[in-house]
């Protein structure tokens, strides 16, 4: 990330004492603002939130008088709004066209903050701002680097269409309503770091970035699936492989979040409409059908099988199963050694348990003519198969793709 002070301008930093009649805002510790003050105020009417309808009307022509000196800027242009606080009445900056850099560190937006249609040749820089509505970039087209750092949205956030010319980084962001980003397109390098999303996010048809970080991303459950197939195709295109099977694992865990809800929906209208089964159209009476359906994914696919992306866990499984059966033979005397016709000891009943699970079956031990320790045998040796042929199916996706 390059240094701040490289992107903003110069700015003056003397002492408090020397800044009588002058605004005391703080950027990172240095004063950054010349604007005078009125008697008995520290702040201009630029970095104070309470105004008087007359300064609202000085805030306003001070705000355009920055983006009217930003445009006329040819060396360097730069709209410097940081620490500005803007009323609810903002009239945003719509379908404008800014050649230069925009920097809106530490603002503070009463109400909405929207870009929607504006075109941005520059960086964007959000970083510790505020925004009490809803955010939007709606077919908008940043030309530089977009850093949107440390930023609280009270609302939606919406991307959608947006143009990423340079890096896009999204760190330390908190989203309390929806975010989406269908249709954006990015250029270069995106990161999402410590990102929470409160109402979900949409990625549907975004672009692919060549490269990307993704960690510490957190949504509510059954609303970031498309977040994270986003997140898995990036990691597979720069050849991350193992990453990229984490996101698929919480991609399909996310899925079948959906796939629960859906179903007790569906329980639930189905109760409803039938007038003798209405008493039983309960939310948890749902849920609980919900559970039943969705259980056997969630029990097989996830927590044996890992969506082929857990060797461990599948190994972990065919342990259990080998220990819970020796226990079960030792304890029962279900296992007998052919040889002295008395039953097999402990180690022996997990030499047994180990070649029926392997489904080898040598012969010198053998389970007593009972058709449930038959039967028992027989459940471990269809478990074995299917755990061993799971286990190679998945130590081959895992680690054979480098």
Known sequence: MPEETRETPAAPDTSVDDRAGKCHYRFHDKFICDRPTKPGQDLCVCHRMERTPEEEEEFLAEVEKVMDDGKKNAVYAAYDLRGFRFPKEFLHFLDEKLPGHVFLQDAVFKGDLLFDGTEITGDLWLQDTRVDGQCSFFKTTIGGDAWILSTSISSKANFLNTVFGGMASFADMTVHGSTSFQGAHFNAATSFVKVSFGYGVEFHSATLPPGGTFRDITVSPGRGESLYRFAKQVCQNMGEYREAGDWHVKERRDAWYTKRAKCAVDTLNFLRHYRWLRWLARRRIALF????????????????????????????????????????????????????????????????????????GFGDLRPLPVSAYRLMAGFEAVAGAFLMAAFLVTLARRWGRG
């Open 289 to 360: 059908v919900a559970h039943v359906r969705a259980w056997p994914e969630a029990f097989v696919l996830d927590g044996i099988f890992g969506y082929g992306e857990r060797p461990r866990q599948v190994g972990a499984a065919a342990l259990v199963i080998i220990f819970t059966w020796t226990l079960y033979y030792r304890i029962a005397g279900a296992v007998y050694d052919t040889a002295t016709s008395r039953a097999a000891d402990i180690w022996g009943c997990l030499y047994f348990s180990l070649v029926t699970f392997t489904t080898l």
